[in-house]
T-cell receptor, first 119, second 111 residues
Framework: NAGVTQTPKFQVLKTGQSMTLQCAQD?????MSWYRQDPGMGLRLIHY???????DQGEVPNGYNVSRSTTEDFPLRLLSAAPSQTSVYFC??????????????????FGPGTRLTVL | EDKVVQSPLSLVVHEGDTVTLNCSYE??????LLWYKQEKKAPTFLFML????IEKKSGRLSSILDKKELFSILNITATQTGDSAIYLC???????????FGTGTRLQVTL
């Protein structure tokens, strides 16, 4: 198993450019998510998905789009990059477990990250 | 608003010391608390805690949860330089499966 893979590892963009960060997992996990990590801010959830065709916003969704057409893939799109989007981006996946309040994420496994710089 | 707070923010210790990292939380419908270790790259899973008072242990690392006082601690005994990392605490929050992270504790172990 490759686990969670992300491409590219590094990217430099100019303000206004668009790009897609790729994320794939081969563990048949229902749940996938994108985080950004900035110094002093910890990991903040951007978007997440509980299955193919289902996505929802996290804590910091503005400026990012996602889609989930297959269980394996969960790309993150930046439509018009801004310097404030300079960050390290992590994709993560997990199984979903039933709980008395609904589905809950099991242990999340992280990809190696993409370091994005927007000039 | 769901909240996860870690302390201290950073810590420098000598090799061989014992350290205790703290994570407190305020969440609706608590289900579990997770600890991760992050070295240079992606966070890697350490523990998941769901029940109060039951210690989880892996080598020199151990963790325990107190659901009454709403906190967890992560202990590392006989620290080594390889323990230098950011330690992250996370709690599933919201109606579905969002994972809310604390800001992390940066641990540096010196010779």
């Amino acid at each position: 198993n490759a686990g969670v893979t992300q491409t590219p590892k590094f990217q430099v963009l100019k303000t206004g450019q668009s790009m897609t960060l790729q994320c794939a997992q081969d563990m048949n996990h229902e749940y996938m998510s994108w985080y950004r990590q900035d110094p002093g801010m910890g990991l903040r959830l951007i978007h997440y998905s509980v299955g193919a065709g289902i996505t929802d916003q996290g804590e910091v969704p503005n400026g990012y789009n996602v889609s989930r057409s297959t269980t394996e893939d969960f790309p993150l799109r930046l439509l018009s990059a801004a310097p404030s989007q300079t960050s390290v981006y992590f994709c993560a996946s997990s199984y979903l477990l039933p709980s008395y309040t609904g589905w809950v994420t099991d242990t999340q496994y992280f990809g190696p990250g993409t370091r994005l710089t927007v000039l | 608003e769901d909240k996860v707070v870690q302390s201290p923010l950073s810590l420098v210790v000598h090799e061989g010391d014992t350290v205790t990292l703290n994570c407190s939380y305020e969440v609706t419908n608590f289900r579990s608390l997770l600890w991760y270790k992050q070295e240079k790259k992606a966070p890697t899973f350490l523990f998941m805690l769901t029940s109060s008072g039951i210690e989880k242990k892996s080598g020199r690392l151990s963790s325990i949860l107190d659901k009454k006082e709403l906190f967890s601690i992560l202990n590392i005994t006989a620290t080594q330089t390889g323990d230098s990392a950011i330690y992250l605490c996370a709690v599933p929050t919201g109606t579905a499966s969002k994972l809310t992270f604390g800001t992390g504790t940066r641990l540096q172990v010196t010779l």
